[in-house]
């Protein structure tokens, strides 16, 4: 499918500070774009998660935007340390988060099924020692 | 009700966006977990909270809140209000504990955002 536009956003292990920046400008960009109302949220709050995630568990990595003409699409990548049981981390109440993600507010075990939840297509895999990718797609209607 | 209505029940400051005081409220939620905030919330409402640190404001982008209300006095910092601002919303902040602030906005007429339970999924 023909891409529109596309960018990527490196995201620092443990930068607790600048975890959010890359989703409001992922917000900012798509708003200029003429996306809006629930899919917008729904972008956004899957964005904001999966850095967030980014920030709290990988080792670095990096979040993609890439718009087509009827979608967007969010492609989460980390070099490690990967999951090592995928249907625990999908599971509403179940968090490694540690002590200062939870000081923030975050760490509920609400962020992979928010991301599932607010998106249209949810891939995720996982190889621990290598490690994680979180592919979403929101359709945008006509 | 509108923000400047919550004002004046909850005697708070308003911190900034004193030009949208006129702005209609219906709703509210009340956390201190963004997780839960992120995951339930999906209305333009109003945040009571005792957290201040800038992921408040960043949860509020993402969700496009309308105002956000600080308990037990709690003021954030500048740069995170001036970044409240930018987004265009509104913060005030007031001495009363949440649960007071909650239960005279409640008996004001504005009401809880509709958000699923833990007992719905079990299906209780």
Redesign the interface.
């Known amino acids: 499918m023909e891409e529109l536009f596309r960018i990527s956003y490196p995201v620092a292990a443990a930068d607790y500070?600048s975890?959010?920046k890359a989703?409001?400008d992922i917000?900012r960009r798509l708003k200029q774009l003429g996306v809006g109302g629930d899919v917008l949220?729904r972008v956004?709050?899957a964005?904001?998660?999966v850095e967030l995630n980014l920030v709290i568990h990988s080792e670095g990595g990096e979040l993609c935007l890439t718009v087509f003409p009827g979608a967007v699409q969010l492609v989460s990548s980390d070099v490690g340390p990967g999951i090592p049981d995928l249907d625990m981390a999908m599971r509403?109440?179940y968090s490694t988060a540690n002590e200062e993600a939870r000081s923030?507010?975050?760490?509920?075990?609400?962020?992979l099924?928010?991301m599932k939840?607010n998106s249209d297509e949810f891939d995720i895999k996982s190889k621990v020692g290598t490690g994680t990718t979180i592919t979403m797609r929101f359709n945008l209607s006509a | 009700m509108t923000i400047a209505d919550m004002v004046r029940v909850l005697n708070a400051k308003v911190l900034r966006g004193g030009d949208k005081l006129d702005t209609p409220v219906f709703t509210a939620c009340c956390s201190d977990l963004m997780s839960d905030v992120l995951a339930f919330v999906d209305e333009k409402t109003v945040l009571i909270t005792g957290l201040t640190n800038p992921h408040v404001i960043r949860t509020s982008e993402m969700l496009d809140l309308k105002c956000l209300v600080f308990v037990r006095g709690k003021i954030p910092t500048e740069d995170i209000l001036d970044s409240a601002e930018e987004q265009g919303l509104v913060v005030i902040t007031t001495k009363m504990t949440a649960f007071s602030a909650c239960g005279l906005l409640y008996d004001m007429g504005l009401r809880g955002v509709p958000v699923p339970t833990a007992w719905d999924a079990e299906g209780n």
């Open positions: 500070s975890a959010g989703s409001a917000k949220r956004a709050v964005s904001y998660e509403e109440g923030l507010g975050f760490g509920a075990g609400m962020g099924p928010n939840r």
